[in-house]
């Protein structure tokens, strides 16, 4: 095995610890409730919590990848999002806990899958990436897949606190692996002294005759000249990173309403019990992991054969959120399992395509010196999805006349964002044409030698 694969199997398990931490309390969520005497939008302000440092610690350690390499990142990461579920062994520990120790938990996992795609993009050179980012992304639908079932057995014989016990001692085993085997890649970008200097105030790298509105549309005509840095303004305000990261967004409200309220939802509404629940939800997430390997594997093809590299990279992935958009609008409207369970495990799971159109769209139009930043301002803005969905839907259901009633207008509220954000993206997410126009080249010079 080569080590660019083996370190990707690594980060693999890695991103399926990480989605297995997030996935734990939409699990436990009924049983804590039950112990806590929590309505549905307090339960929401606790998944909430999560995301209060996410997005803002995946920027600042995002930004640390310019002065620090990716491999000791990650181990840091890992070992205090561990930490972070051990202290809800303890019996005595309460709501307030559970609060404080989901704040550290985001803020630890908030860095974590851009960090981990800046890690693994320095194994390979851009027309290898499609694939290795759809395996990560992979391990976040693996990471619930086996955490659904696996833990809601724990749940039912050990206890909720149980669960959280499990999954900090997994992340430990994993930094152990970590220490031994990773490394960083040779098409690693350099860091400390010999890391370009922050592009964010400068007008060098992109020519003058290029205007700030031009670089702020991907209307502008193309270029190929090279740079190591652009405006970092450029970069975030083009129609390119806009689109992906608004679909992201929408893509990650709809995977958080999946892992906080779908037990609950099929508890409550549909009247299962936690072990069936835990079944379907770890089903859908394969589901969804299916969904991106298939997608990386074509991507993957298609580049190497060479097809039209100029056809909107987000015009695919945005009619397939279209497509999901409809299927939760059906789904959250219908009575019937015999159509829900299809609508869960197949047609809502395309939506996820988004997160590696935009990963990799965004990772194509930044110079690998600013990857990891550009990766961390992505990771900023879907991660707000996570932490508004939980709040809005449990508020949404507490105040409406029937518990059915509100969850049915939550599923109708994600349809139309999906709607929305997948229309956008399949007209102005072109990561192609952007990063001609701002000088970023596909393989820098120095970075020529495919790696295999």
Known sequence: MSAAWRTTWLLLAFMVVNFADKAVLGLAGPEIRADFDLTRQEFGTAQSAFFALFSVAALGVSL????????????????????????????????????????????????????????????????????????????????????????????????WRWSFGVVGLVGLVWAAAWLIWGSEGPLAPP??????????????????????????????????????????????????????????????????????????????????????????????????????????LIAQRSARRGADRRLPAGAGAGLLMVVSGCAVALFGTVDSMWLKVPLLIGPITLAMVMFAVATTACARIAPPAQRGVVLGVLTFVYALGGILSPLVLGGMVDRAATVDTGYEQGWLLTAGLLLTAGALAALFCRPETTADRLGVPEVPAAQAPLVH
């Open 64 to 159: 640390l990848t310019r002065r620090v390499r990716t491999t000791p990142l990650l181990l840091v990461l890992v070992l205090l999002w561990s930490a972070a579920q051990l202290p809800m062994l303890w019996s005595a520990a309460g709501f307030g806990t559970l609060l404080a120790t989901r704040v550290l938990l985001g803020a630890a996992e908030g860095p974590s899958a851009p960090v981990a795609m800046h890690h693994v993009h320095g194994w390979f050179p851009q027309r290898e990436r499609a694939l290795p980012t759809a395996v990560l992304l992979f391990g976040a639908a693996a990471g619930v897949a086996v955490a659904a079932p696996v833990l809601s057995w724990v749940i039912t014989q050990w206890g």
């Open 191 to 296: 860091v400390g002294k010999k890391a370009p200097a922050p592009a964010a105030g400068e007008r060098s790298a992109v020519p003058d005759s290029v205007s700030p509105r031009a670089m702020a549309s991907d209307s502008a005509s193309p270029r190929a000249a090279a740079s190591d840095s652009v405006p970092l303004r450029a970069i975030l305000l083009s129609g390119t990173f806009a689109t992906a990261a608004f679909g992201a967004f929408a893509a990650y409200w709809l995977m958080s309403t999946l892992l906080t309220w779908t037990p609950d939802y099929l508890e409550s509404v549909v009247g299962w019990d936690l072990n069936r629940a835990g079944t379907l939800v770890g089903v859908g997430a394969l589901a969804n992991g299916a969904v991106l390997l298939v997608h990386g």
